[in-house]
């Protein structure tokens, strides 16, 4: 970190990098940034073993830091708020609060009342907001309320999170079918229902056995417990969160599904010590499983080079150590069972050796949603998108989101052309045909219909080691390719995994032979009488693939104009391109011509 240090001695920031001075997202976003390396930071200096540890050179920059910004306006209770209310109101708290825990016995009285007093300027009350914000600003209220020693604001906590722990039945939360859902449509159990896990864990654990603990006489808590099995588990695979109820988070290089997966397990660690009874003894055992099968060391690990939510504490590694030496606690072994959401159209099912998840959108479940330039190009994962999991731990990791071709997605029929950002981002189906039904808890079988361009009815059928996936009525007007995708793999680099079609493997790496393209260069027409029409026809012969150039020039009269270019096949208009009055316009047909 001696790259960024001193720089709010002379350019009002603290880090470089983050110079806090954009009046807009960006600036607001930094101000999180600025308190997340802070907080790095002061775990460095209070963490034994570290390089930083009880160094007063780091100390004093730390506190240095943390009085330039409060004094500079950059978080305090006159700052104003620029750019993205989260930031004020929960990114930068919740980083600016950890920090404050951790750099408590090296402040006076006066710094602590002023910087507690600016996140209780942004987050003044716990019963606000719903879902995964409403349990964040909880804790924030309650880390405050015990900085400030403000038992009346810490009294007010349990009884706001009790709100969100109930079923509901519309908008944000759990539903009674496990499913779980942010921003009033969007399946979010791996993003905001990961938020809702990871910040309630910690709370719960801090206030137990006091006269402010989540704990209530009707034993509402134990309804979030049930969520850890309910809601949690079925999407959880090689340590790895399934991306279809991840919504806009996949499209977060630092954020990949074995990172959200191994954020939930560490906080299901934490919740076994508040669990009693059967779900304690079943938490305990699906923990255990991990942790056995963490082979690449993922759960207790957090790579650096990417802002991370919620990283690895101490106690998560002492607390997993102890559960896997205890010989008591017998690990589950794979998951087994056919999962059923529908008020979020999502489908999962387990067997010994592989799992399915099938993401779908209906009246109940909206497309994607797109929010601070997040997840533009998410246009076909609820169309049908069918996931395979199997002993391929890298296969939806390993940066796939950043280079998979988002209109080729496996179960999906779509019509294919250059689709804009946001392509029917928060759309309603169209259609109630989404859902299924199920067969002994092990079997399913789903039926689909989407018109996303092109469209199909899709049938899937999930068996005992295998699926099988039915296409009917597919139909397109748009005069685009329409393709249906089976799988889009990812090759390794050596080439040493391999495709079968038919039971016939492929070669990969080997692309199919082209033809060269054909070009027809410009024809020239002229026409020295005014009024007088002139035609002119081409005809070439048809090609199966390659390129086929086009160009032509036109001269015309700068009003009352018309020039029509066609494309015919047979008798049959393919594609044509008018100008009238200098005004161009495309057509696609299907009539003679």
Request: charged letters at 20%; aromatic letters at 12%.
């Amino acid at each position: 970190y001696e790259d960024y240090y001193n720089a709010f001695m002379t350019a009002h920031m603290v880090f470089t990098d983050y110079p806090m001075t954009a009046q807009n997202k960006t600036g607001s976003s930094q101000r999180t940034l600025t308190y997340d390396r802070l907080k790095s930071l002061a775990l460095a200096y209070r963490t034994k073993g570290c390089e930083r540890f009880e160094d007063q050179q780091t100390r004093d920059l730390i506190v240095a830091a943390m009085d330039f910004m409060y004094d500079d306006n950059k978080y305090s209770t006159t700052s104003g708020s620029v750019g993205n209310w989260y930031d004020w109101e929960i990114g930068t708290p919740l980083r600016y609060l950890d920090l404050l825990v951790l750099m408590y016995d090296e402040l006076d009285a006066e710094q602590i009342e002023n910087f507690t007093a600016s996140v209780d300027h942004y987050s003044p009350k716990a019963d606000d907001m719903t879902g995964a914000n409403r349990i964040w600003k909880c804790s924030l209220v309650a880390e405050n309320s015990i900085l400030r020693k403000d038992a009346e604001k810490l009294a007010s906590v349990a009884p706001a999170v009790k709100k969100e722990l109930g079923y509901v039945t519309s908008s944000d939360g759990f539903y009674e079918d496990g499913s779980y859902i942010q921003h009033t449509y969007y399946p979010y159990t791996g993003g905001y229902g990961k938020a809702f896990i990871v910040t309630m864990a910690p709370m719960v654990a801090v206030l137990a056995g006091t006269d402010y603990a989540i704990q209530y006489e009707d034993g509402a808590e134990k309804m979030f417990f049930n969520a850890v099995f309910d809601s949690y588990e079925p999407f959880l695979y090689n340590t790895g969160m399934m991306d279809m109820v991840r919504n806009r988070e996949i499209s977060r290089a630092g954020g990949q599904d074995h990172i959200a997966g191994r954020q939930v397990i560490r906080a299901i660690i934490t919740l076994t010590d508040a669990m009693e009874g059967e779900q304690k003894a079943r938490a305990l055992s699906m923990v255990k499983y991990f942790l056995e099968q963490d082979d690449r060391g993922y759960i207790f690990k957090d790579d650096t080079g990417f802002f991370l939510e919620y990283y690895v504490a101490l106690p998560h590694i002492l607390m997993g150590k102890e559960i896997l030496a205890d010989n008591s606690i017998q690990p589950r072994g794979p998951l087994v069972g056919y999962y059923k959401f529908p008020s979020m159209d999502r489908v999962v099912q387990h067997t010994e050796n592989y799992a399915f998840g099938l993401a779908m959108c209906g009246w109940n479940a909206r497309t994607y949603e797109v929010v601070n330039e997040e997840g533009k190009n998410m246009w076909h994962t609820a169309d049908g998108m069918l996931y395979l999991y199997n002993t391929d731990e890298e296969k939806y990791a390993d940066n796939f989101w950043g280079t998979v071709d988002h209109q080729r997605l496996p179960g999906t029929t779509v019509d294919r052309y250059n689709k804009s950002s946001n392509f029917r981002s928060g759309a309603t189906n169209g259609s109630d045909i989404v859902g299924g039904t199920d067969l002994f808890d092990l079997y399913g079988a789903t039926a689909f219909e989407i018109s996303n361009g092109a469209h199909s009815k899709k049938s899937y059928f999930f068996f005992d080691d295998e699926a099988v996936l039915l296409g009917s009525d597919i139909s397109s007007t748009s005069g685009n390719p329409v393709e249906t995708i089976v799988e889009n793999y990812k090759a390794n680099l050596d080439l040493s995994n391999t495709v079968s079609v038919d039971g016939k493997v492929q070669q990969l790496g080997e692309a199919p032979e082209q033809p060269d393209p054909v070009e027809y260069k410009t024809l020239m027409i002229a026409s020295n009488t005014a009024g007088k029409n002139t035609s002119a026809t081409r005809s070439f012969a048809e090609q199966s693939s390659g390129t086929l150039t086009l160009e032509y020039d036109a001269y015309f009269p700068d009003n009352a104009n018309f020039l029509s270019v066609s494309l015919v096949s047979g008798d049959q208009l393919v594609t044509q391109l008018i100008v009238r009055d200098n005004t161009l316009a495309y057509r696609v047909s299907t009539s003679g011509s």
